[in-house]
């Protein structure tokens, strides 16, 4: 017999007054125990449905029994890997790391069972002794890449409170410890087997931040950069890893529980293809700041920094989505290791993770009128409980065509049309990714006037499919689709620099749907006529649409205008803003009373860019 695994939810349909029950997702019937009965009302819903979170809320977690744990709850655990060669140095990344890792350790989620530790490398591995007590740390060089010695890990990987004063006189002095350091070379690998040695125990999360391509040891990388097969059917070639070290390592760090999220700098070609494989399947994220500037650059790198240390983290994870009988999930998009067929294996889930799927329906003919989708987020969360967070949603389902069309959401459609041609650039090449985004659009545009692409009786004449309107809730697809093709994800020819290429490929495979919209189609601030309102918080009671403000204060922004070349006058100013970066165009004849209260100068020839 099946046994259901389903989690009680809002959805399920309740029968015989209340003794039992039908599963909406596996479609068993279970008894309720008799501690849980309740009779039901007229609805059929049961009497106490309003205080009970489980069957009426959509979103509900529970405390994990003893089963769900293979071990005792890790705490939460820090590891910072830090490149300090030449190149780290110069740039002034070293000290802007520095800088951003102490700021985030104040402000940490998480009990007094927060554990962190410490590498540097250069073309050897430096670890340091952080126990507490000690006036300062110490320093332990080993330069046999090949046969590594790792000392103790207690003393290396140590208690945060226990320790606070001698990590920050460790991260205020680092700067300076390497200041003089002449050493280009760069031995990630062994620099990552050490700090995993160190923390495999534990598991957490490992911050990586990578100033050159690696050369020595194991993880070296090659040379690949070749623009003269950018936009070529061979381009796919430099946007897969180039050496399989780094995902042999990052499943490795997985099943330790360890996720890396990496921050690179690169002034040269770095190869984030192949680095980029540990964040990808360890649930981590890749960050890029090419060609870094301590000024302009560092502020944006420690803001991100700091929220990825700070914001919400759930360790040790796995997740599980499972649907309705007849339905399948045939597709994952994001960040992971996938264990068996359909667990998601998360060292670590935050705030900021977005996954994708697909649902397709098995049967020709679905019967449901009604899909539910449960997932199931197996975790230990900051404060050391194992819990598991439960969504469920229902959604219903139609066998009209029309319906579906003028429900569907152009923004979803896009976004996961993206997933998908990543996959499809990776597999296949960047132009074939290019010609199925077109071919879906066209294909949904088609069958939303009626056209079902089969012909024969029943369909709209060919006629009547072009005098049909597109439902408004597709109209923007057609101008997301071209978007989306221009992006420096899938744009073709030559002038794309293949790390450009990675990293925008990897935020848009862990993009939400609003994120995802502006980084497609960039919204565009009117600047030269704001009016009095834009940059105040909006008047308190007003109703106001979430695109039309910014932040907690529910700042006005300027107004937005369609994004497109015939907008930009000699006589406009505009912000375009596409959630990653923001760029300020400025026409060459604004007005001097323009260029005075938004610059303090009266033209653009005495306008410093630094300085804006
Ligand atoms: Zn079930």
Known sequence: MLRCRTYINPFVNWIENGRRWRCNICGVLNDVPSAYFCHLDEQGRRRDADTRPEISEAVVEYIAPAEYMVRPPQPPAYFFVIDVSLQAVQSGVLARVAEGIKSGLVDLTGDDRTMVGFITYDNSVHYYVLRGGSSGPQM??????????????????????????????????LPDMFSKNQVRDSCLGPALKAAFTVSKQVGGKMCVFQSAMPNLGDGTLQFRENPRIMGTQEEYQI??????????????????????????????????????????????????????????????????????????????????????????????????????????????????SVFGFEIQHDEHNVNNSVLTVQSALLYTSSEGQRRIRVHTQAL??????????????????????????????????????????????????????????????????????????????????????LALIKNVAFRGGNDVHPDERVQARMRMACMYVPDCRYFVYPRMLSIHDMDGSAGRPAA???????????????????????????????????????????????????????FNSLFGVNSIEGCSSAEV
Not at 156 to 165: G, K, P, T, W
Not at 326 to 350: E, M, Q, S, V, W
Not at 447 to 456: D, E, F, L, R, T
């Open 239 to 352: 946007l897969r890893p180039g050496n399989m070290w780094y995902k042999d390592t990052a499943l490795e760090f997985s099943k330790a529980q360890i996720c890396v999220d990496m921050f690179l700098f690169p002034f040269h070609y770095i190869d984030a293809a192949s680095l980029g494989e540990l964040p990808r399947r360890t649930a981590g994220q890749l960050y890029s700041y090419p060609s870094f500037d301590a000024t302009t650059d560092g502020p944006k790198f420690v803001s991100e920094l700091r929220r990825t240390l700070t914001r919400e983290t759930a360790f040790e994870a796995v997740m599980r989505v499972r649907c309705t009988k007849g339905f399948k999930i045939n597709h994952f998009y994001g960040n992971f290791h996938i264990r068996g067929t359909d667990l998601l294996a998360l060292p670590n889930c935050t705030s900021d």
């Open 140 to 173: 332990l060089v080993v330069s046999d890449l090949a046969n590594l010695f790792v000392p103790a890990p207690e003393d290396l990987f140590v208690n945060l409170a226990d320790s606070r004063d001698v990590v920050h006189n460790f991260l205020d002095s």
């Open 540 to 594: 308190e009671g007003v109703e106001v649409k979430p695109s039309t403000v910014a932040g907690k204060l529910k700042v006005v922004l300027p107004k937005a205008v369609n994004l497109s070349g015939e907008r930009l006058l000699a006589s406009c100013v505009f912000l375009v803003d596409s959630g990653v970066d923001m760029f300020l165009w400025v026409g060459s004849a604004a007005g001097e009373e323009v």
């Open 396 to 481: 219903a389902v139609s066998n009209s065509q029309q319906e579906i069309m003028e429900t569907a959401d152009a923004e979803t459609i896009t976004c996961l049309v993206s997933k998908r041609a990543l996959e499809i650039s990776l597999s296949n090449s960047i132009d074939t990714a290019r010609t199925k985004i077109q071919q879906t659009c066209i294909d949904i545009l088609r069958s939303a006037k009626g056209g079902g692409g089969y012909g024969g009786a029943g369909y709209p004449s060919q006629q009547q499919q072009e005098e049909k309107e597109i439902p408004a809730s597709l109209k923007l697809l057609p101008l997301y689709t």
